[in-house]
């Protein structure tokens, strides 16, 4: 037998026995071990070890630590604070996992019903406009470059705040023949560019030909409320203008308790919709501050009550949230919140925020019958999960009205200004 076939032999043996090593429940149990572990305190958090593995921590953790029989290791938050454990086999150690332990932090679920004014930073630019002057049709804004999304910040060095600020400046320019001078926000940028008003001959009046609007509305349903901030979190994605397909810069902003008065049911290719009402006395709730791709945030005046669960719960971090069933807070009659049945078909544990982090399923006969599935408006609507809040639903899938995205709450919360990181940080710093 020469020196390269026995070579080739060796070489087959170990890589058989290496992919065999790779199926073994010993290694699979290794790779599945964490580097870094994260929970909050009085949480539980289960990870497989390799059966005749053991566990070395210090005496002064800020977590116990238990295995069974079959490798099961439970790891309970005691403490807020950082350390980290050491998993051994026959003495030797093969793994070290970083254990962080957060601070108790529980939020009161949403599931309301609620309208929504958004007022835009200056004015919004959702169309040109032809106007019939004595040349033939022209568009002053479109000659002057503005663009469909633009933000119409100044005129003249004036701020502008809403429609009605720009006509006076339209109709002096008009008069005295004199070009605008326009400041306009165009993808985070400022560009300065000089608009001549014309005179529409059928109106007698000058025109910018510009469409513009200053606001938007609409509902949509509430998430989370933090009785100690006051700061809540709603709707899971982002508001876009209706013409414009951009999101909305927000100056300020109100919700609104609001009913929902019917419900067009969802099928493939078509989504479905709540059609809703403000309340008859347009009850202010809370402003509006922040208009992210991770929903609509601010503080409310006034408290909100689902009904179901008014008191603080858990929330859970992105890798906490586990295939199978879990239920959603939302309103599909008049203002009375209901609990569904869903199932999270699948989940990310996302290490960065990301809007799509879990794929869910309705499995509710009943809201199956009222909505068909996921329906415009149930945007926001709570997800919860063995007693925790695990995120929002997000988006519908429009061949599928049963099934959409939903949104972990880890990253509304943060967007909320809740930093759940941040008060162990300070503590930390201070001692």
């Keep these: 037998m020469t020196t390269d076939r026995i070579r080739k032999i060796i070489g087959a043996i170990l890589l058989v026995s290496l992919v065999a090593m790779g199926f073994s429940k010993s290694v699979q149990n290794y790779v599945d071990i964490p580097n870094k572990l994260v929970l909050f305190e009085q949480q539980e958090e289960h990870i497989s070890i390799p059966a005749s593995a053991t566990v070395e921590t210090f005496s002064t953790e800020p977590f116990d630590t238990e295995k069974d029989k ?27 996992v970083d254990v962080e332990i957060l601070s108790d932090f529980k939020v009161i679920p949403g599931g309301q019903s609620i309208g929504v004014k958004l007022n835009s930073k200056g004015v919004l630019v959702v169309g ?21 999304g633009d933000i119409i910040k100044k005129i003249n060095g004036k701020t502008i705040d809403k429609m009605s600020d720009v006509t006076p400046f339209v109709q002096e320019a008009g008069k005295t023949g004199e070009p605008l001078d326009l400041v306009v926000i165009r993808d985070e940028k400022e560009i300065e560019t000089k608009l001549v008003p014309l005179k529409d001959k059928n109106e007698h009046s000058y025109r910018i030909g510009l469409y513009i609007r200053d606001s938007a509305a609409g509902i949509g349903t509430m998430t989370f409320y933090h009785p100690e901030s006051k700061k809540y979190g709603a709707l899971g994605h982002v508001i876009s203008d209706m013409d414009t397909k951009k999101p909305i810069v927000v100056d300020d902003g109100q919700i609104i308790r609001s009913t929902v008065t019917s419900i067009q049911k969802g099928a ?8 809703a009402r403000f309340s008859s006395e347009k009850e202010v709730i809370g402003d509006i501050s922040r208009n992210s791709p991770f929903g609509i945030f601010g503080e409310l005046s006034k408290t909100m ?5 008014d008191k603080p719960i858990p929330v859970a971090l992105s890798h906490q949230v586990k295939e199978g069933p879990a239920k959603i807070l939302t309103v599909v009659d008049n203002d009375q919140v209901q609990l569904f049945d869903i199932d999270i078909v699948s989940t990310v544990p996302q290490k960065f925020p990301a809007t799509k982090g879990m794929v869910i399923k309705v499995t509710d006969p009943e809201l199956l019958e009222k909505t068909g599935g996921i329906v415009q408006g149930m945007s926001g609507s709570p997800i919860i999960q063995d007693g925790k809040l695990i995120g929002a639903v997000t988006h519908v899938f429009v061949n599928d009205p049963t099934s959409g995205y939903g949104v972990h709450i880890e990253w509304m919360l943060n967007e909320a200004g809740l930093d759940i990181y941040e008060k162990d940080s300070e503590e930390r710093k201070a001692s």
């Design 268 to 275: 493939n290719g078509s989504p479905g919709e709540k059609h």
């Design 70 to 96: 079959e490798g099961t290791l439970s790891i309970n938050g005691t403490e807020s604070g950082e350390s980290d454990m050491i998993v051994e086999m026959a003495g030797f150690p093969i793994k070290k």
């Design 128 to 148: 040109h406009h032809q106007i019939e002057t004595e040349k033939g049709k022209q568009s002053p804004g479109e000659i002057a470059g503005v663009q469909v």
């Design 305 to 309: 009550k689902n009904g179901l669960m």
